[in-house]
């Protein structure tokens, strides 16, 4: 019998993640420095647990063998078991990589050595089929799939399927829509944490409007995407992206709960109506300036840009999932557009909606005092106590908020806010709790709240407010507030609780 590969042990140092990997080559978008596709593997692809693994045995099995390759530079490509080689070079290093694991050595890993690539390619396609292939995440399966499928090897595609095609559509699909969707496409289509990733059955679902949407996928056996109209599907997906971006909770029980959810999109630049699709990336011209439940309108005559912006903060929403209120920061005129601005016109809301369930009533009464207070008549009164309001109940979020059995004020994340107990550190407070939000867009607008200002009119009797700047805080506090105090469940998932610890 030929033996085919040599089980040997090879030097740490020598062995290098092959970055071209099916599982995630395709949705990787760092560089190709070691130490940022290590991150990238230990908290995209779930490496930190079998970290967390190999050093609570702090063994290596020869049965979890890598298998590799040597390469031209005479050092090993690991073909199959990247996730395990990153995890063992994070721990020679895990203060690098905030892993809370001790240092762990390993100055060899046990390694099948392959001098054939087909033969080896051939043995993990086997491999995967039996098992490890079931546990890769869907997008992954159908960039596999698809390159089996371009190369000709239908049988090895039929074994890791029963339904292949469908995989065929998905993988060629990311193929066309990654060349407009660009990185922000790649995060949400990759495995994500809370409400970030994991988006790629919402894209699925919407294959269901291919026809008008620029694109349709050709019949059996060949399967594989057709695009129709260029500019129409490059519209269609920047339109979407840009919606999953700013509404990241977005649910496939959305999408399935409302068949013209395309038409959702039409404030983010995508028309099903419209012949030719405008890109939601070019300079538009934007009539009226308003601030509404649905966004902001320009001046007649100016032009936006996301510069001059802040980011969409949060929204809430209406029956059916529908996003029913999304308040960003006033505006500049004179510039040029490159985030979509949505046109709905709408009501200006002037209380949050307040998900938390057992919120205290003191809180409850102190948020109403700031409300009743009347910008037009007491400007001053009405920013100062936006600050005092935020910190209210940022403080009583921290402190009341649990991860598993932690609660977030005990965590080590938000030790340094605590490091003169009894008195509370809110500056410090407040930039760990904005390092815990997902989406940038949200931590981007709570970083923006004009905290100079109100520290200003509270402090130096030379800066008086206008009731125009206090109006502009209440409605971005309003969309903060709203994001503090949704429903804990819902709060936990918009936030890396990994921190918590």
Request: aromatic share 10%; glycine share 6%; with cysteine.
């Amino acid at each position: 019998m030929q033996k085919r590969s040599n089980l040997i042990y090879a030097n740490l140092e020598d062995l290098e993640l092959d970055i071209n990997n099916p599982r995630f080559g395709e949705l990787y978008n760092g560089s190709k420095n070691e130490e940022d596709l290590i991150e990238y593997l230990l908290f995209e692809e779930a490496a930190e647990e079998i970290a967390k693994s190999i050093a609570h045995r702090n063994e290596f099995y020869e049965d979890k063998a890598l298998w590799v390759i040597k390469n031209s530079a005479g050092k090993f490509t690991v073909r199959d078991g990247n996730r395990r080689c990153a995890a063992v070079k994070a721990l020679q290093m895990p203060g690098r990589f905030k892993l809370s694991e001790s240092k762990t050595p390993f100055a060899q890993l046990p390694v099948y050595e392959y001098t054939d690539e087909d033969e080896l390619k051939s043995r993990i396609g086997e491999e995967h089929a039996a098992s490890l292939f079931r546990s890769w995440e869907r997008i992954a399966k159908a960039l596999q799939i698809l390159d089996l499928a371009n190369t000709g090897k239908q049988d090895e595609m039929n074994t890791l399927d029963s339904r292949p095609g469908d995989f065929i559509k998905l993988g060629s699909f990311y193929k066309e829509a990654v060349k407009y969707g660009g990185d922000e496409f790649r995060k949400q289509i990759r495995r994500g944490r809370g409400k970030t990733g994991g988006k790629t059955i919402i894209y699925e679902r919407l294959f269901r409007d291919a026809k008008v949407c620029g694109y349709k996928f050709k019949n059996s056996p060949t399967f594989k995407i057709e695009i129709t109209d260029t500019t129409k599907f490059k519209s269609y997906i920047r339109a979407l992206v840009k919606y999953i971006e700013t509404f990241p909770e977005t649910k496939t029980s959305d999408i399935d709960g409302d068949k013209s959810f395309i038409k959702r999109l039409k404030d983010y630049g995508f028309d099903i109506n419209q012949k030719n699709a405008p890109d939601p990336t070019r300079s538009a011209t934007i009539p009226s300036a308003t601030i509404t439940t649905q966004g902001i309108r320009a001046p007649t005559g100016a032009t936006i840009s996301s510069a001059a912006i802040s980011p969409v903060s949060n929204s809430t929403k209406g029956s059916g999932g529908t996003p029913a209120s999304s308040i960003t920061s006033p505006i500049s005129a004179s510039v040029t557009a490159t985030t979509p601005i949505a046109s709905k016109r709408g009501t200006v809301k002037q209380y949050p909606d307040i998900k938390r369930k057992q919120f205290p009533l003191g809180l409850k009464s102190r948020i109403d005092e700031y409300f009743e207070i009347d910008s037009s008549e007491m400007p001053n009164a009405k920013v100062a106590m936006a600050r005092v309001t935020y910190e209210c109940v940022l403080k009583y979020v921290v402190e009341k908020t649990k991860s598993g059995a932690i609660i977030f004020s005990n965590s080590g994340h938000f030790g340094s806010a605590y490091s003169r107990r009894p008195h509370t550190n809110f500056d410090e407070m407040n930039k760990k709790f904005i390092e815990l939000i997902i989406n940038t867009g949200i931590a981007q607008a709570f970083r923006n709240f004009e905290f100079d200002k109100m520290h200003q009119t509270i402090h130096n009797y030379h800066v008086s407010s206008k009731s125009i700047d206090a109006d502009q805080i209440k409605m971005n506090l309003i969309i903060l507030l709203e994001f503090m105090l949704q429903d804990v469940d819902d709060l936990l998932i918009s936030l890396d609780i990994s921190k918590i610890r």
